[in-house]
């Protein structure tokens, strides 16, 4: 069994800042990359950002210069430090992570259960 656990969402003002924290635990052998998505309402989930387990990233356009992903690998945790909040960041952030739960096994994705990001004046 592995859960992704997200925390640190909640409401902040246009131009504010928050950090996402996203932890996998469990039966886990090796963690692939990671990545943050977001959904807002009437709206299809995106990537917003992605971190390979060597450190590589990749950003939606719409995030790139305002949003930070980075990984713990000791920990088994993503960060996504957000910058420069809009209105139009206001969405559900949910954690995804790619890994396998034991040697020469196919690797498999889990989803966190989200964490809610309102920016609002």
Known sequence: QVQLVESGGGLVQPGGSLRLSCAASGRIFSIYAMAWYRQAPGKQRELVAIITS??????ADSV???FTISRDNAKNTVYLR????????????YCN????????TRSKEYWGQGTQVTVSS
């Open 54 to 59: 060597g450190g590589s990233t990749n950003y």
């Open 97 to 104: 992570a790619d890994l396998s739960s034991a040697a020469a």
């Open 64 to 66: 790139k210069g305002r």
């Open 82 to 93: 957000l910058n420069s909040l809009k209105p139009e960041d206001t969405a559900v952030y």
